[in-house]
Nanobody, 123 residues
Framework: QVQLVESGGGLVQAGGSLRLSCAAS????????MGWFRQAPGKEREFVAH????????YYADSVAGRFTISRDNAKNTGYLRMDSLKPEDTAVYYC????????????????WGQGAQVTVSS
C-alpha cells in the first residue's frame, strides 16, 4: 500500500507560480505511474498531468499544457507539479495519485490518492 501526502498549496495572484509536492510512503512508488487531478467547487474531478514510472513520458490536459510541469524523484519517493502563469480558473483542490500503467486520463486507473491540496488563484 502507498500513502500519498500533498503539500505546497496556497493563495497566489494571477500570473504567479506554485510547486506542489506529493510525498509517498513505501518502496513501490517508483513502480507506479503518477498523475495529478484537480476538482473545483461544483465541478467534477479533472485530469491535469501524468508521468510514467520512470519519468520518461509525460502528458497534460490542454488547459495546463505549456504552463504546468510534472516531474518525479524516485530516490526521494516524491512527485511534483510545477504551476506557472496561474489563472483564477486554476483554483481547485489538487490531488496526486499513483497506479499501474494504463490510461492516465482516467481517474479509475489509479490505486492510491492523496488527501488534496488547495490552490487558490486571485485575480
Amino acid at each position: 500500500q502507498v500513502q500519498l501526502v500533498e503539500s505546497g498549496g496556497g493563495l497566489v495572484q494571477a500570473g504567479g507560480s506554485l510547486r506542489l509536492s506529493c510525498a509517498a510512503s513505501g518502496r513501490a512508488f517508483s513502480s507506479y505511474d503518477m498523475g495529478w487531478f484537480r476538482q473545483a467547487p461544483g465541478k467534477e474531478r479533472e485530469f491535469v498531468a501524468h508521468i510514467s514510472w520512470s519519468g520518461g513520458s509525460t502528458y497534460y490536459a490542454d488547459s495546463v499544457a505549456g504552463r504546468f510541469t510534472i516531474s518525479r524523484d524516485n530516490a526521494k519517493n516524491t512527485g511534483y507539479l510545477r504551476m506557472d502563469s496561474l489563472k483564477p480558473e486554476d483554483t481547485a483542490v489538487y490531488y496526486c495519485a499513483v497506479g499501474w500503467r494504463g490510461n492516465g486520463y482516467d481517474s479509475s486507473q489509479y490505486l492510491y490518492w492523496g488527501q488534496g491540496a488547495q490552490v487558490t488563484v486571485s485575480s
